[in-house]
C-alpha cells in the first residue's frame, strides 16, 4: 500500500496507469492508516484486492501490541459497515477464512490460493459479475472451488447454509 501512495505522491502517473492488480494478501495495516492510504491514492481501474480472515492469530497478536489498533487483514466481512465500506471505497475483499493453515497461526491461508485458481477459473469467465473488477465483499468457499458475489453474504456461515 506504501508503495502505491508513494506512486500517486510522486505524481507517476505513467505507474499508477500500468497498475493492473494490486492484491494485499493478511496485511498487517493499521485500519486508520489505510483508509488514510486509500485517500491519498483515489480508485483504481481494478480494486485493491485484501485477503482477509478475522481468525487470523498474527494479526490478533499485532492488534494487541498496537493498542488494541484493528488489522486490515484481520476484518470481519460480515459486517455491515465492512461491507458497505468495500464498495464505497472501491475495495474488494476476500475472506479467505475457509482455507487451511499449515502452521496453525491462520496468517498463512493465502498461500491455498494457489491450488484453488485453476478451480476458480471457470467460474470467473462464466460469471461477469466476478470477471469484472468489482468493488465489494467476496467469500471464498475452499470446500466448493466458489466464490460468492458482494454482499450476498448477510446471515450466511461460510462453508455452511
Request: no cysteine; charged share 25%.
Amino acid at each position: 500500500m506504501e508503495a502505491v501512495r508513494q506512486l500517486r505522491l510522486q505524481r507517476n502517473d505513467a505507474a499508477m496507469r500500468n497498475l493492473n492488480d494490486v492484491v494485499l494478501a493478511a496485511p498487517d495495516i493499521d485500519v486508520d492508516v489505510f483508509r488514510q492510504q486509500l485517500r491519498v491514492i483515489g480508485r483504481l481501474r481494478r480494486p485493491i484486492t485484501l485477503l482477509v480472515s478475522k481468525d487470523d492469530k498474527a494479526l490478533a497478536m499485532s492488534r494487541l501490541l498496537s493498542g488494541d489498533h484493528g488489522r486490515v487483514g484481520a476484518v470481519d466481512v460480515g459486517d455491515p459497515l465492512i461491507q458497505e465500506t468495500a464498495r464505497s471505497e472501491g475495495v474488494r475483499v476476500v475472506d479467505i477464512s475457509q482455507l487451511a493453515s499449515e502452521n496453525g497461526s491462520y496468517h498463512d491461508r493465502y498461500t491455498a490460493i494457489a491450488v484453488l485458481y485453476p478451480k476458480l477459473l471457470p467460474q470467473l469467465a462464466r460469471d461477469s459479475r466476478l470477471a469484472t473488477a468489482k468493488a465489494g465483499v467476496f467469500i471464498l468457499d475452499a470446500a466448493a472451488a466458489t466464490v460468492t458475489v458482494p454482499l450476498r453474504i448477510t446471515g450466511r456461515v461460510l462453508g455452511g447454509s
